[in-house]
């Protein structure tokens, strides 16, 4: 399971705070249908499907802000949603296609967090200046 934490994973940025919060909830989701029995394919299914669309949502979010403040870091910001997204659907596609269903929703679940964690602890506090700066 993984736990806010306001001092490594906030940004004194509502809504930003919000959406991360709302993801991890969903990695949290994630585990604990991976450990339901038993196995419910679909249940895993639609929570790795909220995963997905939630985290397309959240970095939409994101990269407007990061648009309309003229954040420096922008291009490997974006970089770095882009990695997140092409994986998730590699490993959703294996999920949706292979017999090892529950090993591959393992995986995702190991992915989203390493991947949300380290990117909420590091890349994305580096913009926290700047949209404090614009009243956020």
Not at 27 to 34: D, G, K, M, T, Y
Not at 59 to 77: A, C, R, W
Not at 86 to 96: A, C, P, V
Request: net charge negative; hydrophobic share 40%.
């Amino acid at each position: 399971m993984v736990a806010w934490n306001a001092q490594t994973m906030g940004m004194d940025i509502e809504v930003i705070d919000h959406q991360h919060q709302r993801l991890i909830q969903i990695i949290n989701e994630l585990e604990w249908a991976i450990q339901e029995k038993p196995f419910d394919r679909e249940k895993l299914k639609e929570v790795l499907g909220s995963m997905f669309d939630y985290a397309y949502y959240h970095f939409q979010t994101e990269e407007f802000y990061l648009d309309k403040f003229n954040y420096p870091g922008i291009v490997s910001h974006k970089n770095e949603h882009r990695y997140f997204i092409e994986r998730y659907q590699m490993l959703i596609k294996l999920f949706n296609t292979d017999d090892d269903y529950l090993e591959i929703a393992k995986d995702a679940q190991e992915f989203l967090e390493n991947w949300l964690v380290s990117h909420i602890c590091g890349t994305d506090q580096g913009y926290a200046a700047l949209f404090k700066e614009h009243g956020m």
